[in-house]
T-cell receptor, first 111, second 117 residues
Framework: GQNIDQPTEMTATEGAIVQINCTYQTSGFNGLFWYQQHAGEAPTFLSY????GLEEKGRFSSFLSRSKGYSYLLLKELQMKDSASYLCAVRGADSWGKLQFGAGTQVVVTP | DARVTQTPRHKVTEMGQEVTMRCQPI?????VFWYRQTMMQGLELLAYFRNRAPLDDSGMPKDRFSAEMPDATLATLKIQPSEPRDSAVYFC???????????????FGEGSRLTVL
């Protein structure tokens, strides 16, 4: 089975940086994903890590340490539109493509 | 542009009624997933198909839920009989598994919001 933990909520100011941590325990590992979900909408793909290190995509970066079972999503230059839930998801080694999601971190961006 | 299409978007029904939700995956995708999302449980995987074959439905209550993929362009999730605890948003997602290491990101539909009274 898989256990994925992330904080419930984080608040930050517009223009600031926020780091969302995710820890996981899995019976196998074949990639870690971050998704963004605005209220009332579908989750949308943000980033993917399968090897250790940092992946950068514009204002968003994601880091993975497989040995520590740890990832973080870094949001820079926060904008009001970044207020959303951020979901950490792990793909285990047992089923190709299946993603197990964490409960999500609600990020609130204030003016 | 290519997207996953789900119907209905909203459904209100009474306890005991049958509910059928439909999903059209992105053309060319060979994996289809049904997830259920509630405030309490988050996103839970209900069922999973690859090349139309069911691979994993361990997350689905078998006595009342059934998932099928009659063809490559249609996946269905049926609840019979429905109960108030089934009230949730049901998401369909599709992806592509082409062998080897791949990103395998999932593309989600807009969801079907089900309310069982």
């Amino acid at each position: 089975g898989q256990n994925i933990d992330q904080p419930t909520e984080m608040t930050a100011t517009e223009g600031a940086i926020v780091q969302i941590n995710c820890t996981y325990q899995t019976s196998g590992f074949n990639g870690l994903f971050w998704y963004q979900q605005h209220a009332g909408e579908a989750p949308t793909f943000l980033s993917y890590n399968v090897l250790d290190g940092l992946e950068e995509k514009g204002r968003f970066s994601s880091f993975l340490s497989r040995s520590k079972g740890y990832s973080y999503l870094l949001l820079k230059e926060l904008q009001m539109k970044d207020s959303a839930s951020y979901l950490c998801a792990v793909r285990g080694a047992d089923s190709w493509g299946k993603l197990q999601f964490g409960a999500g971190t609600q990020v609130v961006v204030t003016p | 542009d290519a997207r996953v299409t789900q119907t209905p978007r909203h459904k209100v029904t009474e306890m005991g009624q049958e509910v059928t939700m439909r999903c059209q995956p992105i053309l060319g995708h060979n994996t289809v997933f049904w997830y259920r999302q509630t405030m309490m449980q988050g996103l839970e995987l209900l069922a999973y198909f690859r090349n139309r074959a069911p691979l994993d439905d361990s997350g689905m209550p078998k006595d009342r839920f059934s998932a099928e993929m009659p063809d490559a362009t249609l996946a269905t999730l049926k609840i019979q009989p429905s109960e108030p605890r089934d009230s949730a948003v049901y998401f369909c997602a599709s992806g592509s598994s082409t062998g080897g290491l791949h990103t395998g990101e999932l593309f989600f539909g807009e969801g079907s919001r089900l309310t069982v009274l």
